[in-house]
């Protein structure tokens, strides 16, 4: 039988069927009262989109709306197993999946940094430490959501006379409409790429808010180093869509303001490739960090 890895990040849900590497897309996680339910659906979607049909032996999920009650996530483990016939299902959060993909060591520091934004440091004894990834209200520093909110305010306030002048103004999106929309965080995380080209053509409102989210995603980083063992040096690797593309632009003021021993590297995979090493490998140092559910 087959195992599939699923990454369900805000944007989008991925899913890779193993062995044969077939892929499929569903919606990302929506916010309300709902989530859940939708996103069985947008694991549906994908399934079908892949070609999913038969039983399958093991699904390994990382999911942005991972139920915070143990009970709700053993549940929704089992709606899973459910619905794709699995035998096995092994849920966790999308950082668990993140770290996995980009460190094969297990050791080290991962920032997954797309709409939102958490880094999680695992030690060489499997002990780990989650910094951030509260949401786009209360947390998510330097993400692109809290960019793309940054460069919104920027407008209306250019807009109002109330601030400087900036290239974001000559957006044709009103920012006030986004309040109605079922897909705000998105939307306004989708404001970040328009942010981060304005501060490369040399926009000094976009460039200060630039190095404004470096500041806080370096803090992060930092504070998640920091909990690790010992003194020597601690690989940090970046992950997620706010990256790709920014290059130099936004990992250089974000390294110039890292305590030296966080050493930034390029992840070895992504979290779709965590997903599959924890669907087709043991749970290893992220044992204590993932909701099994078994059919009988």
């Given at each position: 039988?087959?195992?599939?890895?699923?990454?369900?990040?805000?944007?989008?849900?991925?899913?890779?069927?193993?062995?044969?590497?077939?892929?499929?897309?569903?919606?990302?996680?929506?916010?309300?009262?709902?989530?859940?339910?939708?996103?069985?659906?947008?694991?549906?979607?994908?399934?079908?989109?892949?070609?999913?049909?038969?039983?399958?032996?093991?699904?390994?999920?990382?999911?942005?709306?991972?139920?915070?009650?143990?009970?709700?996530?053993?549940?929704?483990?089992k709606d899973v197993a459910e619905l794709l016939r699995a035998?096995?299902?092994?849920?966790?959060?999308?950082?668990?999946?993140?770290?996995?993909?980009?460190?094969?060591?297990?050791?080290?520091?991962?920032?997954?940094?797309?709409?939102?934004?958490?880094?999680?440091?695992?030690?060489?004894?499997g002990s780990w430490h989650k910094v951030d990834g509260h949401?786009?209200?209360?947390?998510?520093?330097?993400?692109?959501?809290?960019?793309?909110?940054?460069?919104?305010?920027?407008?209306?306030?250019?807009?109002?006379?109330?601030?400087?002048?900036?290239?974001?103004?000559?957006?044709?999106?009103?920012?006030?409409?986004?309040?109605?929309?079922?897909?705000?965080?998105?939307?306004?995380?989708?404001?970040?790429?328009?942010?981060?080209?304005?501060?490369?053509?040399?926009?000094?409102?976009?460039?200060?808010?630039?190095?404004?989210?470096?500041?806080?995603?370096?803090?992060?980083?930092?504070?998640?180093?920091?909990?690790?063992?010992?003194?020597?040096?601690?690989?940090?690797?970046?992950?997620?869509?706010?990256?790709?593309?920014?290059?130099?632009q936004l990992l250089a003021p974000v390294r110039a303001a890292?305590?030296?021993?966080?050493?930034?590297?390029?992840?070895?995979?992504?979290?779709?490739?965590?997903?599959?090493?924890?669907?087709?490998?043991?749970?290893?140092?992220?044992?204590?960090?993932?909701?099994?559910?078994?059919?009988?």
């Amino acid at each position: 039988m087959s195992r599939i890895a699923i990454d369900g990040g805000q944007s989008a849900l991925r899913l890779r069927v193993v062995p044969g590497g077939r892929v499929g897309q569903g919606p990302g996680h929506i916010h309300g009262p709902d989530n859940l339910q939708q996103m069985l659906s947008a694991i549906r979607t994908a399934a079908d989109a892949a070609g999913v049909q038969d039983d399958v032996e093991v699904v390994a999920l990382g999911l942005t709306g991972f139920p915070a009650a143990r009970e709700v996530a053993e549940s929704f483990a089992k709606d899973v197993a459910e619905l794709l016939r699995a035998d096995e299902v092994r849920l966790t959060q999308d950082m668990v999946t993140a770290h996995a993909g980009a460190l094969p060591d297990g050791y080290g520091v991962v920032v997954a940094a797309g709409t939102g934004l958490v880094c999680l440091a695992v030690d060489r004894d499997g002990s780990w430490h989650k910094v951030d990834g509260h949401g786009y209200l209360f947390g998510d520093s330097g993400s692109a959501f809290a960019i793309g909110r940054a460069g919104l305010v920027a407008v209306q306030r250019a807009r109002d006379g109330r601030g400087p002048a900036t290239k974001l103004a000559e957006t044709t999106l009103d920012p006030v409409l986004l309040y109605k929309s079922p897909t705000l965080v998105d939307d306004v995380a989708r404001f970040a790429p328009k942010v981060l080209r304005c501060a490369a053509e040399g926009d000094t409102v976009a460039a200060e808010l630039v190095v404004r989210a470096a500041g806080d995603i370096a803090e992060t980083i930092g504070t998640a180093a920091g909990t690790l063992a010992g003194e020597g040096p601690v690989p940090v690797a970046y992950v997620g869509g706010l990256f790709d593309g920014a290059d130099e632009q936004l990992l250089a003021p974000v390294r110039a303001a890292l305590p030296p021993r966080a050493q930034l590297i390029k992840a070895a995979g992504t979290s779709l490739d965590g997903a599959e090493r924890l669907a087709t490998n043991s749970p290893g140092p992220y044992a204590d960090l993932i909701i099994t559910h078994r059919r009988l």
